[in-house]
């Protein structure tokens, strides 16, 4: 196998705890993210820069990216909705932002209250501001096209659209932009074709990663699909928080922990070690003890005489 | 996408009814097996000829198999351990007996009891005891190879040792051998691999089918490299019955209402309506009331504006 090298950006604090009613404490937030840095998740995208009202559980993120800065080799990334979500994640040192466009103008009015064309000044105004910063200061900015594989109130999204859409995004001034199957409604023929459409369209930097859902059970196998058409940064939740299966409409992550085993087995480097990320399971758990956590390795475990893909890092060094 | 046809071979009627301790009854088996052919299942495992005292659940095999032989175009599948098992299938008219070899002998003597030699030896007898049926009375018979991914008592397994025995149980006298993935340690790389690892050595002709499992969340990105690579029938059971994701060392099969999703999303027929899939899940729910039933399509729904595959058979008639 090669030792190509794949990033699991862990989405968990941000969209797993925002899906939850639970609020978790500020200290148990440190202490789990510290746990999943120390486990190799090399990008953790911490909270969401939006009113405190709107998602109670999310209010201390400012906080929190404070702290996780000061984890080693950690990129702290974060949601902004707007130009002033982005003025306190600059503030607050982010280094990646990421703003959300819904394909479905429908979902986007109805989810944002917002039309393409708005999201797109607001991309506008944020891209000059990121561009007052110093370069060694400035954070990167990251356009997520949500339900790209199809809308619960629209039905099926035109590639068309996500392809104009993402164009739109990089004009605005995006650095990249990111596939969202934000439903649950991807199959692995659609995600391929999406991908290979888009560096198509808008040339083999314009995409890296993909959000993934498993409302409908396909998560795992829409990751293959674009990780063997090229993806190398895949979102992923640990326990799968806030997207219980059985509950339709919830957010249906991908688990982070079965996301670990698939990729190590086929031989692409996660620099995850499945112990530690045990252990930043078990502080999850003690944290939110209510919540109900999924996935199959905690309880499957790893296989008996299983090997981690070699790191091409590790090779070299 | 073309029209290629997937068989989905549902074995939940063998393999989960064998892991729960609920017994069903055999009026409500009869119902169960005829919703799933209404559904559009066209081979379904109905049992397994072993004596009553080691798997009650399926002691009605025989008189399940004379039922369900009366539903047009069914195949009717049965699991035989040895020569007994394979008289008694005969008598009762079953279509396709499939005899387990499990590649880790450890377990192997430990499950089945038996070594390597004494199963070839058992496959030698059933074949013929076949060859003395008319052909147009004669089932086929598969041999299917176990834990040809891994072994939770041997771990790692080798390949080599999966073609050897696969020549083996050939030469004996199958017409067909079958993978499984007894443990739920594949990855899609090595399922990959191994499919055309053994149609190099074996032929084409030698392997069509596939018996995967979900044990580590795994299952459907294991169909999709087995069914990108050629395979052309896929196991499958309805809710993962007897496969409870929480229950390790449980058989964790793959859940076939999650799997006509993927199938037919990718342009893949299976020939399997879902709402009649629905009712057979009703059915099976109605007759087990207390055995968990899994699966995300079912809470889920399929996609607004969801199209099946195009049938090739349907466009030609």
């Not at 941000?14 to 202490?31: E, H, N, V, Y």
């Not at 995600?191 to 040339?203: A, M």
């Not at 990320?277 to 005489?305: C, H, I, Q, T």
Request: hydrophobic fraction near 45%; charged fraction near 20%.
């Amino acid at each position: 196998m090669s030792g190509k090298e794949i990033e699991i950006s862990e989405v968990g604090p941000r969209d797993g705890l925002q899906s939850i009613d639970a609020i978790m404490a500020t200290a148990d937030k440190k202490r789990w993210i510290a746990a999943l840095a120390h486990a190799g998740l090399r990008e953790i995208e911490v909270g969401s820069f939006v009113p405190a009202k709107v998602l109670p559980q999310l209010a201390d993120t400012a906080e929190i990216v404070r702290y996780a800065r000061a984890l080693p080799g950690l990129t702290v990334a974060v949601l902004v909705p707007n130009l002033r979500g982005a003025q306190d994640a600059v503030a607050a040192g982010a280094h990646k932002l990421t703003i959300p466009l819904s394909v479905s103008e429908t979902h986007s009015l109805k989810n944002l209250r917002r039309t393409h064309q708005q999201v797109l000044a607001e991309v506008r105004e944020i891209r000059a501001l990121l561009d007052q910063l110093p370069k060694d200061q400035r954070p990167s900015l990251e356009g997520s096209l949500s339900t790209c594989f199809g809308c619960t109130l629209e039905g099926p999204v035109a590639e068309d659209a996500v392809l104009r859409l993402g164009e739109g995004l990089l004009e605005a001034g995006c650095d990249e932009i990111g596939l969202s199957d934000t439903t649950g409604y991807g199959n692995p023929v659609q995600v391929r074709r999406l991908i290979h459409r888009v560096w198509s369209h808008l040339g083999r930097e314009s995409l890296h990663g993909i959000h993934l859902h498993n409302t409908r059970g396909q998560g795992l196998a829409n990751v293959l699909a674009a990780v063997e058409a090229g993806i190398t940064t895949v979102d992923a939740s640990m326990g799968g928080l806030g997207g219980c299966p059985f509950a339709p409409g919830a957010s249906g992550n991908i688990v982070t922990e079965d996301l670990v085993f698939l990729l190590e087995a086929m031989g692409y480097s996660t620099g995850i070690d499945m112990e530690r990320l045990m252990l930043a399971r078990e502080v999850l758990a003690a944290s939110l003890p209510d919540e109900p956590l999924f996935g199959f390795l905690p309880d499957a475990g790893l296989p008996k005489g299983f090997q981690y893909a070699e790191r091409e890092s590790l090779v070299v060094a």
